[in-house]
């Protein structure tokens, strides 16, 4: 079926990764004492930017699987 | 409460929904495409969506809350309740449901017996999606008014706090209505895949934080009751488990007929795997989706039982807190309140507690504003794609087993296109009926719940007689189907779980049996029905006169030549994944026994 799935998820999971990481950077400390003290907007940020650059790679060379 | 980011979050959320719809509209150019994908979808998605499909509102808020009530024994529901089913459809039926190219379930139904039995199941499918799609609709709403998602907007908008029940209904109805129409099911297919994944993103991180808190699963052991981290403690008698079923109970009503009543026969996920670009892929379908669904007591099940273990605490800002269900909850639990504020005690005097926030609570206590409202995204995805598989699959039914069978049968291929866009439309308005039916009349849904089930109760026994004997008769069918559905009320008319009142709960005609527990009677309810309807359409069946057996090609086990594994690689075998996953279950049930 003509879209490949891959490149929307890909997308997808790279901006919000983008969103989370660059509010993690600029946020307040003081918020992440419900997160035990993670900055968990960074760190999630990047594993789903990381996740979607795989996702668009893959997606864009068309690899079956 | 939320603040920009995670407004962002959520928006750009739903722009791609509706984005996806709207790149899929121009493939879309026959019925087959509109209903069936164009059977044009590779296993991994297929399978994806497989998961994704049942993964609705009962699901992530449900599972949470019996994690929080009955402990790690929920998982029985995915290990017991769910694997098995999911390897024997994809094994052993996907053969006759892909290979008699049947546009539905019901269809196949009509292939292999006649018309009367295709027209019962396709009556109750229809009718019964719709409601389900109605209660997962209202759970929605419901939600995003406890959770106080629109307060801020509405306040700032001066709108009335009143108002947010509707526009949450109604905004979901719109967005699963757009890409429905545009895209059809591959639309749903590829929203249901996002979703999956969304699911994780939100829920991942989520159950880091919280086991990195209690100490990880040897803190979790420490802190609770062995019954709660035990899946298989107490197993031998009902009384001495936290679920109240025995170990027969459980295995037979749950992991045998209830299970594949549900997976092997449900046309909502059967449709997936129909959808699929090929037969092997179609066969791959279930068992690659066994492989997450595994796993996902993990996902699902763990914030329960997390959030009961934290200490009790001050919930203030967290849902349901009301300053007396605050005080007297559990962990993040709060305690049920009435309409006065003060906490609903049970018969033996003790607290009850409201179990279905444990969830929505995990996400308030330890997302801050970000992650948040990726969190509470998934959350709405998930409820959404629950409603949108429903909906494809009452539009597919509609079209092909009810108004192409019995009202208009010479229709043009774009004439059913038409129709199958049309049942979208008025089989959302009716959901959103059935959501406020559900807001008004909540002993109505309960009492057509309990109609449900007795009709789907007895479902596998016949697929199971039609697929693998080929003497089973359209009449053996038809009365087998209708006697366990009479079988299993009166099961239901004639037992009561312990502490129940006669009525909906059971023991409308006679009390001649007490279950220990609801969940007891429902398995064994289930057993009943399936036995009863066994054996009438065995019984039937030898009276009646036998198919020719020249129309049974293909339909039938015994007449159907096996599909060839050949020329396949060992991870795209059925046969090797089903032992795999078989495997790695088992090794689950003894690691967490």
Redesign the interface.
Known sequence: ???D?RL??G???S??GV??IA??AM?DPA??Q???G?N??LA?GII?LV?GGVMLALGRRGTK? | MLRT?DW??MI??FV?VL??GA??K??VRTSTDFFL??R??????AGLAFLSANLGAQEVIGMGASGAKYGISTSHFYWIGAIPAMVFVGVFMMPFYYGSRARSVPEYLRLRFDEKTRGLNAVSFAVMTLFSSGISMYAMAKLIQILHIFDAPFAWLGLPQAWIFHFSLVISALVVLGYILLGGL?SAI?NE??QF?LIV?GFL?LVY?GL??VGGWSGLKATLNPTYTHSWLGMGSAHTNRLGVEWFGLTMGLGFVLSFGYWCTDFLVIQRAMAANSMNSARCTPLIAAFPKMLFPVLVILPGLIAIALPRQDLTGLAGTHAAAAVRGEGLVPAKVDASGKPILDQDGEVQLDYDLATPNMLL???????LG?GLTALLASFMSGMAGNVTAFNTVWTYDIYQSYINKTGSDAHYLWMGRMATIFGIALSVAAAYMATRFNNIMDMLQLVFAFVNAPLFATFLLGMFWKRTTGHGAFTGLLSGTVAAALHHGLTLPQGGIPGVKGGWLAIMHVYPSEMAQNFWTAIYAWTTCCLVTILVSLLTRAHDEKELVGLVYSLTERPTQRGLRWYQRPAVLAVVVLAATALLNIIFR
């Open positions: 079926m003509g879209l799935i929307p998820i997308f997808l999971f901006i919000f969103l989370l509010y993690g946020s918020i992440y419900r997160s035990l993670i968990i907007n999630w789903m996740f699987l | 980011i962002t979050i750009v959320y791609f984005g996806i790149v899929l121009r493939y994908a164009g044009s979808i590779p296993a991994w998605v591959t590829y895949v996002v994944f993103a991180p934080l990195k808190n206590h330890y997302f801050p504003t970000g992650i990726l």
